[in-house]
C-alpha cells in the first residue's frame, strides 16, 4: 500500500486549498481513510476521517464546517477540501489508512499506513 498526497502549497487566509490522497492498492474501497496535519513543534492531530462508503465522517471540533472530506472509490482516492484557511492551519497535511476501529479514529496510532504530507502554508 502507498498513499501520495498533493495539494498542497501557498495560500492566502480566507482562501481555499484541496488536498488530494491518491491510494495504490486493491483495498481502498474497503478502507476508512483520514487526513492529520503537524504544524512545526507541534503534535500530529487528527483532522477528519471518512468510512469506506463515505456515509461517515467525522471532524476535529475547530475545524467542524471548514473543512470537508470525501472521496471516490472509482479513483481510489480522498479529499480534503479546505476553506476558510487561516495561518493557524498551516502545517504538513497527511493521510493515512486506519487499521483500527472507529472509535479510536482520532489517535495516530489506529492508522497503519501514512503518506508522505503536503505542506499547506497560510499566509495572514
Known amino acids: 500500500v502507498q498513499l501520495q498526497a498533493s495539494g498542497g502549497g501557498l495560500v492566502q487566509a480566507g482562501g481555499s486549498q484541496r488536498l488530494s490522497c491518491a491510494y495504490s492498492?486493491?483495498?481502498?474501497?474497503?478502507?476508512?481513510m483520514g487526513w492529520f496535519r503537524q504544524a512545526p513543534g507541534k503534535e500530529r492531530e487528527f483532522v477528519a476521517v471518512?468510512?469506506?462508503?463515505?456515509?461517515?465522517?467525522s471532524y476535529a471540533d475547530s475545524l467542524k464546517g471548514r473543512f470537508t472530506i470525501s472521496r471516490d472509490n472509482a479513483q481510489n482516492t480522498v479529499y480534503l477540501q479546505m476553506n476558510s484557511l487561516k495561518p493557524d492551519d498551516t502545517a504538513v497535511y497527511y493521510c493515512?489508512?486506519?487499521?483500527?476501529?472507529?472509535?479510536?479514529?482520532?489517535?495516530?496510532?489506529?492508522?497503519?499506513?501514512w503518506g508522505q504530507g503536503t505542506q499547506v502554508t497560510v499566509s495572514s
Open positions: 493515512a489508512r486506519e487499521s483500527g476501529p472507529w472509535t479510536t479514529r482520532y489517535l495516530p496510532s489506529s492508522y497503519d499506513y
Open positions: 492498492g486493491r483495498t481502498f474501497s474497503m478502507c476508512t
Open positions: 471518512i468510512n469506506w462508503s463515505g456515509s461517515m465522517t
